[in-house]
């Protein structure tokens, strides 16, 4: 069959990339006929112009027709390998508007779109079954293609439109890419969406069939997500126990920048350990990290996390002034956001209690300048509170006391101490 045979020709036609086009319209088939055989826009010898049966609209635009150049480099080759029994091949696609000046060749109106380009394949309408097919290849592209998208958005910051994806890989792809990669990515994106149990069941599925001989930081990843889930879920024994196993399998196997990780699931250790109440082991732990500080990472940044650890858990133990001795040189700037806020307000309370009224207020004016959650609100303004009492400041204590009547808190205490200092300043005049 020759390329000029094919004109007026009805084909079927599926479109494989980009991704958005796909979640819209699906992948096919779209019913399209040949109606002219012209110049490919970017210079190939051949192009064809597709009228299709139904229009569509896409990113705004209506269109009715798309310009088709061969993805192999000839459209007379792909052409002649019809007439040999094989069903369809690979086109490049340029769609062109409804809307368009009729001076102009739809070929020359396509490469005006080209950004715009489409992949898909080309087959014949008498092939019914290989319609239903896409050729390995194509799904080979069209699979990397979705894989690329979903990392792109996932990274952005978009895990749910990237879950979505990775989803549909996992239903339709599995046996072109790694079936545990996509649960682990799966789960990824379901631990930052805070979905922990979804999170929980993916990375499962990726821990029982990683070749961990073979990829070692992909199984390290996933028992650092398994920990991470089961502690925001509250169930720390079984974060203890992927966090001790990660630990192990940092030990014993060859894996990337092993003193980084070491310390990391050190430092997990020590956290749950923490959460479960266990003070005197997750000390045992936060005290060995010093010696498992990477020499090619930010020294300060390591130490002002291990600092942030330990006086944590000394201010648990009620060793007010050891916490305040640690917690004072922990530089604020190096610790991740929500620690940088817990930093501030164990200052400000430790401050507080210490009589240290001044540099009490200088960390509650750092807090001001947050957005601070409403659970740390009603304590923060109280001690703020006592703490501008201890100055003398009157109108700045009242202020504070009664801003802090405003937020709910769980202390039982709370609301007699209150109280007594609003009696106090009234008493004083204040």
Avoid at 116 to 142: C, D, F, M, T, Y
Avoid at 152 to 170: C, N, P, V
Avoid at 227 to 256: I, M, R, T
Wanted: net charge negative; glycine share 6%; with cysteine.
């Amino acid at each position: 069959m020759n390329i000029d045979a094919i004109l007026g020709k009805k084909f079927v036609l599926y479109i494989n990339d980009p991704w958005d086009f796909g979640s819209n319209y699906g992948c096919g088939p779209f019913g399209v006929v040949v109606e002219e055989i012209g110049s490919a826009p970017t210079g190939s010898p051949r192009a064809l112009y597709l009228r299709l049966q139904k229009p569509f609209t896409y990113r705004r635009c209506e269109f009715d027709g798309l310009v088709a150049t061969s993805r192999d480099g000839s459209l007379d080759n792909d052409i002649h390998r019809l007439s040999e029994n094989e069903t369809g091949f690979s086109v490049n696609l340029c769609p062109v508007p409804c809307s368009r000046d009729s001076d102009r060749s739809v070929f020359e109106l396509a490469d005006s779109w080209r950004s715009w380009r489409l992949v898909g394949s080309l087959h014949l309408k008498e092939a019914p079954l290989a319609a239903q097919k896409i050729s390995s290849q194509n799904r080979e592209e069209e699979a990397n293609a979705l894989y690329d998208r979903a990392h792109i958005l996932s990274s952005d910051g978009r895990h749910a439109e990237a879950a979505d994806i990775f989803s549909r890989l996992l239903n339709e792809f599995a046996d072109e890419l790694h079936e545990w990669n996509l649960h682990l990515r799966l789960g990824w994106c379901y631990l930052r969406m805070w979905e922990h149990r979804k999170a929980i069941d993916h990375h499962l599925r990726a821990y029982e069939t990683i070749p961990k001989q073979e990829d070692g930081l992909s199984f390290m990843l996933t028992l650092k997500d398994l920990a991470d889930a089961y502690s925001h879920l509250g169930e720390y024994d079984a974060a203890l126990k992927y966090a001790e196993e990660g630990e192990q399998y940092v030990h014993y196997f060859d894996v990337p920048d092993r003193q980084s990780c070491r310390f990391e699931y050190r430092l997990k250790k020590g956290r749950i350990y923490f959460l479960l109440d266990r003070y005197r082991d997750a000390l045992r732990q936060f005290k060995r990290l010093k010696k498992l500080i990477p020499d090619n990472g930010d020294v300060e940044e390591y130490h002002s996390r291990i600092g942030y650890e330990l006086g944590q858990t000394y201010l648990r133990l009620k060793k007010r002034r050891k916490a305040y001795s640690i917690l004072a040189k922990v530089n604020p700037a190096k610790l991740e956001k929500t620690r940088y806020l817990d930093l501030h307000y164990s200052m400000l309370v430790l401050c507080c209690l210490l009589k240290r009224h001044r540099e009490a207020v200088r960390h509650f004016e750092k807090l001001e300048e947050l957005d601070l959650p409403e659970e740390y609100a009603a304590l923060t303004y109280f001690y703020a509170g006592v703490s501008y009492y201890g100055l003398w400041d009157g109108p700045n204590a009242r202020k504070c006391l009664e801003e802090s009547e405003k937020y709910p808190c769980d202390a039982d205490w709370l609301e007699d101490e209150r109280r007594e200092f609003l009696e106090a300043l009234t008493k004083f005049g204040q």
